[in-house]
């Protein structure tokens, strides 16, 4: 079966840096996408890797190997206003886009 | 205003009642898409639209319908609702690039009793 797994719940500090993990088995690969849901709100759109390597934009990066079915997203320098959840989704061979639960990010002071 | 608008936002309704949510977009995209999402799980995809003419099935259609019925509007109906069915329903757009990143709605949040 398909999966996509990230931790249920992260806690990071103001001003710190944060890695979002996310493993992935799935029937092919043509991309991996990084969501971020604000609490009640629809979800938008982060980043798309599909080539190995660092995507890097502004203070949020988004790691991809595919070799290991891996991604993270980093994100530096943390607000206040980071605090969201941050959904994985991939895209399999049929171009059907399989969703991870979600990482609900929470910043404190 | 949103590129892409759910009505309504909220609705309470019985078990065994008709529902209808309705999206329309400002984009210009063909493509569109309603979504479920519940707590912790994922996004599942009910049905998608790439044109006017075109419905298809997605990972949990069975108790829903949809209606395409111009290039910016798609209606999601339940035709008798389930409490099962209680969720957060969202509608999303995409350009025609099989790649292309998803533009959602604000959601439409539905609870049935």
């Known amino acids: 079966g398909q999966n996509i797994d990230q931790p249920t719940e992260m806690t990071a500090t103001e001003g710190a840096i944060v890695q979002i993990n996310c493993t992935y088995q799935t029937s092919g690969f043509n991309g991996l996408f990084w969501y971020q849901q604000h609490a009640g709100e629809a979800p938008t759109f982060l980043s798309y890797?599909?080539l190995d390597g660092l995507e890097e934009k502004g203070r949020f990066s988004s790691f991809l190997s595919r070799s290991k079915g891996y991604s993270y997203l980093l994100l530096k320098e943390l607000q206040m206003k980071d605090s969201a959840s941050y959904l994985c989704?991939?895209?399999?061979?049929?171009?059907?886009?399989?969703w991870g639960a979600g990482t609900k990010l929470i910043i404190k002071p | 205003d949103a590129d892409v608008t759910q009505t309504p936002r909220n609705r309470i309704t019985k078990t065994g009642k008709r529902i209808m949510l309705e999206c329309s977009q400002t984009k210009g995209h063909d493509r569109m898409y309603w979504y479920r999402q519940d707590p912790g799980l994922g996004l599942r995809l009910i049905y998608y639209s790439f044109d006017v003419k075109d419905i298809n099935k997605g990972e949990i259609s069975d108790g829903y319908s949809v209606s395409r019925q111009a290039q910016a509007k798609f209606s999601l109906s339940l035709e008798s609702a389930i409490p099962n069915q209680t969720a957060l329903y969202f509608c999303a757009t995409s350009d025609d690039r099989d790649t292309g990143e998803l533009f959602f709605g604000e959601g439409s949040r539905l609870t049935v009793l």
């Open positions: 890797n599909v």
């Open positions: 989704a991939v895209m399999d061979s049929n171009y059907q886009l399989i």
